[in-house]
């Protein structure tokens, strides 16, 4: 799909499943919210603003086979949390694609201009990342990322180092503020336990009712 902002600089957008969902009693990917599938969801805001799409997951491309969309795994190995699953992705780039966004499953509601806004701040700042922040919380899984930020990933990944904020700091990557609700709805809101599932699907009634 190509849309105006990826016809310059294409981008692949990457849907992150690899979680274990403990909270949620497991399956998170594919608890309904909506009406439609949780990962069905992210998959759809992923496709409106990337060139292509690929899901992030261990689980292998039977478990997602309804989606027709390649599935790849962590790198190097499984169990080093979404950093793995980034780095996979970027391992997964296709020749002439150089941005890799980032879209976890536990966050449907994403503004439809995040990718256009993180990559211009990343290529503003002459960085190689950008993330997302809302309301004075930061959302380092909402990210963009170049495929040269692939060795500074797998660097602190060797020193067990897994945490998302680790890389974007040593990539001096700038922080994008998206203040704007998403359809009456807040941006980046996570779903991670059946209370959540329950609030976020009352809210999105509750949006449709007002559009109504």
Not at 32 to 43: P, T, Y
Not at 102 to 112: A, G, K, M
Not at 165 to 182: H, K, S
């Amino acid at each position: 799909m190509n849309t105006p902002q990826s016809q310059h600089a294409p981008t692949l957008g990457l849907v992150l499943a690899g979680g274990e969902a403990r909270r949620m009693g497991g399956n998170k990917a594919f608890r309904e919210v909506g009406g439609k599938s949780l990962i069905g969801r992210v998959i759809d805001v992923a496709q409106a603003q990337c060139d292509q799409v690929m899901i992030s997951s261990n689980a292998g491309a039977e478990a997602f086979a309804d989606y027709g969309l390649p599935v790849v795994a962590d790198h190097p190995k499984p169990g080093q949390g979404p950093l793995g699953g980034i780095l996979g992705g970027l391992k997964a780039l296709p020749d002439g694609v150089d941005w890799l966004v980032t879209f976890p499953v536990d966050c449907p509601i994403v503004p439809l201009d995040m990718v256009g806004r993180l990559r211009a701040a990343a290529e503003d700042a002459g960085a190689k990342a950008a993330f997302a922040s809302h309301a004075d919380r930061d959302h380092y899984l909402s990210s963009i990322w170049h495929r040269d930020a692939a060795p500074v990933i797998a660097d602190l990944l060797a020193s067990d180092d897994r945490r998302v904020r680790g890389p974007l700091q040593a990539l001096d990557a700038p922080r994008v503020v998206f203040e704007d609700q998403v359809s009456g709805l807040e941006p980046f809101t996570n779903v991670n336990t059946p209370d959540d599932l329950k609030l976020i699907n009352s809210a999105l009634a509750s949006a449709v009712s007002t559009q109504d």
